[in-house]
């Protein structure tokens, strides 16, 4: 399967201990070039040595061009991903990555913004966070971690303009300073836009928590930064048609959609494959999807025009692809 979007080659000028298990990688452009443009809420796709790709959100001045900053926690259960920075990933090393995409941008339309980052969710809340600062627009951060030791950017954070907008909440910290979701998303306002990344446990908390009161969804923005992809005893095979051309081909049941398709020479730009990051979106014209993404709003579900091939599957015995 294929990583999205245009290379760069990129090394890694400066890796950094910013917070226990956590480690920042400054990149810069092996040519000395500039490198492209991006905005607050942007990601990039990096090619390990491990030979996997994985996501990781920019969390320097978007007005600067000569580097990318991103930051990794080094996580217990990973995938291989986190692992691989950490452990294979040295100041000197050459890197492939994406240009930035940006699936998690600010709504520059919203009266006040509302940023919760939950422990590494905090790289694109961050980003946002500055961008506010220098527009001189209304916002608060709260910012959720286990422990002040597991804090990234404590530091650059206090030394900000911003730093009296900008809450901490320490797990292992007094109970009158922990984070009071419930009191905080009590009452949506109009203009308000509430923006969260982090765990998955933390975000599943937020949204379910707004969501009961009622937010709009339109005032809603998150990114997962992964998940662990829905199997079922249930799941069995379908079809998937490709309206091109009418071919039929069988998925089975201890296959992904994209997985299936590659095997009969259709390869779709995957990046996650946990249906998080949106590379793989196909458009579905006949059949009902299956969505087991962590990308799409329940309305966007509900629509099935689309889903994400990498992870989600089908209710009915046909899928007919936009392909």
Same mark, same amino acid.
């Given at each position: 399967?294929?990583?999205?979007?245009?290379?760069?080659?990129?090394?890694?000028?400066?890796?950094?201990?910013?917070?226990?298990?956590?480690?920042?990688?400054?990149?810069?452009?092996?040519?000395?070039?500039?490198?492209?443009?991006?905005?607050?809420?942007?990601?990039?796709?990096?090619?390990?040595?491990?030979?996997?790709?994985?996501?990781?959100?920019?969390?320097?001045?978007?007005?600067?061009?000569?580097?990318?900053?991103?930051?990794?926690?080094?996580?217990?259960?990973?995938?291989?991903?986190?692992?691989?920075?950490?452990?294979?990933?040295?100041?000197?090393?050459?890197?492939?990555?994406?240009?930035?995409?940006?699936?998690?941008?600010?709504?520059?339309?919203?009266?006040?913004?509302?940023?919760?980052?939950?422990?590494?969710?905090?790289?694109?809340?961050?980003?946002?966070?500055?961008?506010?600062?220098?527009?001189?627009?209304?916002?608060?951060?709260?910012?959720?971690?286990?422990?002040?030791?597991?804090?990234?950017?404590?530091?650059?954070?206090?030394?900000?303009?911003? %730093?009296?907008?900008? +809450? *901490?909440?320490?797990?292992?910290?007094? $109970?009158?300073?922990? @984070?009071?979701?419930?009191? =905080?998303?009590?009452?949506?306002?109009?203009?308000?836009?509430?923006?969260?990344?982090?765990?998955?446990?933390?975000?599943?908390?937020?949204?379910?928590?707004?969501?009961?009161?009622?937010?709009?969804?339109?005032?809603?923005?998150?990114?997962?930064?992964?998940?662990?992809?829905?199997?079922?005893?249930?799941?069995?095979?379908?079809?998937?048609?490709?309206?091109?051309?009418?071919?039929?081909?069988?998925?089975?049941?201890?296959?992904?959609?994209?997985?299936?398709?590659?095997?009969?020479?259709?390869?779709?730009?995957?990046?996650?494959?946990?249906?998080?990051?949106?590379?793989?979106?196909?458009?579905?014209?006949?059949?009902?999807?299956?969505?087991?993404?962590?990308?799409?709003?329940?309305?966007?579900? %509900?629509?099935?025009? +689309? *889903?994400?091939?990498?992870?989600?599957? $089908?209710?009915?015995? @046909?899928?007919?692809?936009? =392909?």
């Amino acid at each position: 399967m294929t990583m999205n979007t245009s290379s760069l080659n990129v090394r890694v000028e400066r890796k950094t201990q910013e917070a226990l298990d956590i480690c920042t990688f400054e990149l810069v452009d092996t040519s000395g070039k500039p490198l492209p443009a991006f905005s607050a809420g942007s990601h990039i796709d990096v090619q390990l040595p491990n030979g996997i790709t994985r996501q990781y959100s920019l969390c320097n001045d978007p007005q600067e061009s000569h580097r990318y900053l991103i930051g990794v926690l080094k996580d217990p259960a990973t995938r291989g991903g986190s692992k691989a920075m950490h452990e294979l990933v040295n100041e000197g090393d050459t890197l492939t990555i994406s240009a930035p995409r940006n699936h998690f941008p600010l709504a520059h339309e919203a009266a006040h913004s509302l940023l919760l980052a939950g422990g590494i969710g905090v790289t694109p809340i961050l980003c946002m966070a500055e961008r506010l600062a220098i527009a001189g627009a209304s916002f608060e951060m709260h910012y959720a971690t286990r422990s002040r030791d597991r804090t990234a950017f404590y530091d650059r954070i206090a030394r900000s303009s911003f %730093a009296s907008k900008v +809450q *901490f909440h320490f797990d292992d910290g007094a $109970s009158e300073q922990k @984070l009071q979701l419930a009191a =905080l998303l009590a009452t949506p306002k109009a203009g308000t836009h509430l923006y969260v990344c982090g765990p998955k446990g933390f975000m599943d908390a937020v949204l379910a928590t707004a969501r009961a009161n009622s937010w709009p969804e339109a005032q809603i923005h998150y990114e997962y930064f992964g998940a662990e992809v829905t199997k079922s005893a249930d799941d069995g095979s379908f079809q998937v048609q490709l309206a091109s051309s009418g071919k039929i081909v069988l998925i089975p049941k201890d296959e992904t959609v994209t997985q299936a398709l590659y095997k009969a020479g259709v390869d779709i730009l995957t990046s996650c494959e946990q249906g998080v990051c949106g590379t793989c979106i196909t458009r579905v014209l006949e059949g009902e999807p299956d969505h087991r993404d962590l990308y799409f709003t329940p309305e966007e579900q %509900a629509r099935n025009d +689309q *889903f994400t091939p990498c992870c989600s599957r $089908s209710k009915s015995p @046909l899928l007919v692809l936009d =392909l």
